[in-house]
Antibody
Framework: VQLVESGGGLVQPGRSLRLSCTAS????????MSWFRQAPGKGLEWVGV??????????ESAASVKGRFTISRDDSESVAYLQMNSLQTEDTAVYYC????????????WGQGTLVTVSS | DIQMTQSPSSLSASVGDRVTITCRAS??????LMWFQQQPGKAPKSLIY???GLQSGVPSKFSGSGSGTDFTLTISGLQPEDFATYYC?????????FGQGTKVEIK
């Protein structure tokens, strides 16, 4: 099982960025996928989750990103996306993805993280 | 939102010590709680799921207990690799929320 985030970088306030989480080693479509973030020197924060297609593929997200961030998935490519719009300086963080299963497969694998820096 | 109050925020311990970290939920979450370990610059690592289930590959010196609102993570026989930051996470209801973290340092 491997999860690899990509797409991070330096972006100006108000701009957009899309992160990808590419999965391998398991049946991607059987798992919900979650995004988390960690601002420099701070604790972990849950960002959002996308359910499996059989559960409607619906999403839930934290209040701090609702209306600005959108999670989607492409099961044919085994990729989850985090579309981030209207970025603010407080969105600066390392972003992680993790698979959300049941019991021991809930958040058992994480990506290495990708750094997003929002600055002018 | 469910608030997770984790304590202590930091502690100093010696190799071989037994340490306990607690998390208290602002409302009942049954056993929908996980514990993670995070080393500096690394992704979190799952230790305990469903409050007391030991994640595969995690040594038995880690144990979790509790249900409802009060939970504990116990580490027996601290080793140098165990000095890290530990977080609890509730996944009973959205938004999923973490405790503030406990940094375990070498005395």
């Amino acid at each position: 099982v491997q999860l690899v985030e990509s797409g991070g970088g330096l972006v100006q306030p108000g701009r957009s960025l899309r992160l990808s989480c590419t999965a391998s080693g398991f049946t991607f479509g059987d798992y919900a996928m979650s995004w988390f973030r960690q601002a420099p020197g701070k604790g972990l924060e849950w960002v959002g989750v996308i359910r499996v297609k059989s559960s409607g593929g619906t999403t839930e997200s934290a209040a701090s990103v609702k209306g600005r961030f959108t999670i989607s998935r492409d099961d044919s490519e085994s990729v989850a996306y985090l579309q981030m719009n209207s970025l603010q300086t407080e969105d600066t963080a390392v972003y992680y993805c993790s698979r959300s299963g049941v019991g021991p497969t809930h958040f058992d694998y994480w990506g290495q993280g990708t750094l997003v820096t929002v600055s002018s | 939102d469910i608030q997770m109050t984790q304590s202590p925020s930091s502690l100093s311990a010696s190799v071989g010590d037994r340490v306990t970290i607690t998390c208290r939920a602002s409302q009942g979450i049954s056993n929908s709680l996980m514990w993670f370990q995070q080393q500096p610059g690394k992704a979190p690592k799952s230790l305990i799921y469903a409050a007391s289930g030991l994640q595969s590959g995690v040594p038995s010196k880690f144990s979790g207990s509790g249900s409802g609102t009060d939970f504990t993570l116990t580490i027996s026989g601290l080793q140098p690799e165990d000095f890290a930051t530990y977080y609890c996470l509730q996944y009973k209801s959205f938004p999923w929320t973490f405790g503030q973290g406990t940094k375990v340092e070498i005395k």
